[in-house]
């Protein structure tokens, strides 16, 4: 009993450790995030997705962080629903300009990302997982799921624009 106890203490404790934001002036910064910046393509049949990472350092509050920004463009049967990548060039110095935000939290699985994307045709955020896939060429395993909360946009739309699950090739 008493070593279910110590355990449970442990495990609390490092758990808060983790949980922890960055001391105030720190920058925290994240190489293992390098392997996911460029250009990523899925194509199947008339529908194409378009991914462009950048690594960049960003300002939260008081403190700067490794993190990826990008943006993407999705075209469904043909016909083009999101697309943002003329944004590309100007999105690190003016941030607000990508649709995708990602960053890996150091310490745990270094071949995912998690973050936002923009849905532009639904007017919403969802929620993006990333895993990268080492292999000639790399691979990224994509994972998208509606986010919960509360939409400031009154023109949002429920459900998803773009698909839910498939795996795009380094370009």
């Known amino acids: 009993m008493k070593i279910l106890l110590l355990i449970s ?3 609390t404790g490092c758990c808060r450790m983790i949980a922890q934001p960055p001391a105030p002036g720190s920058n925290v910064t994240n190489n293992y995030i390098n392997k996911f910046e460029g250009t990523w393509l899925w194509v199947s049949g008339n529908d194409t997705l378009i991914l462009k990472l950048k690594k960049t350092n960003k300002s939260f509050g008081d403190f700067t962080k490794d993190v990826l920004l990008g943006v993407h463009k999705y075209v469904k049967n043909g016909v083009v629903f999101d697309d943002a990548l003329n944004k590309y060039d100007s999105m690190v110095l003016y941030y607000k300009k990508s649709t995708v935000l990602l960053s890996q939290n150091q310490g745990l699985d270094t071949s995912k990302v998690l973050g936002s994307i923009n849905d532009l045709t639904k ?6 997982y990333l895993q990268y896939i080492v292999g000639t060429p790399p691979t990224l395993i994509w994972h ?3 986010a919960e ?5 009154p023109n949002f739309q429920y459900g998803l624009t773009m698909p839910k699950d498939l795996i795009l ?3």
């Open 169 to 171: 090739t380094k370009q």
């Open 123 to 128: 007017k919403k955020t969802n929620n993006l």
């Open 144 to 146: 998208l799921k509606t």
């Open 149 to 153: 909360g509360t939409f400031i946009d």
């Open 9 to 11: 203490v442990i495990l």
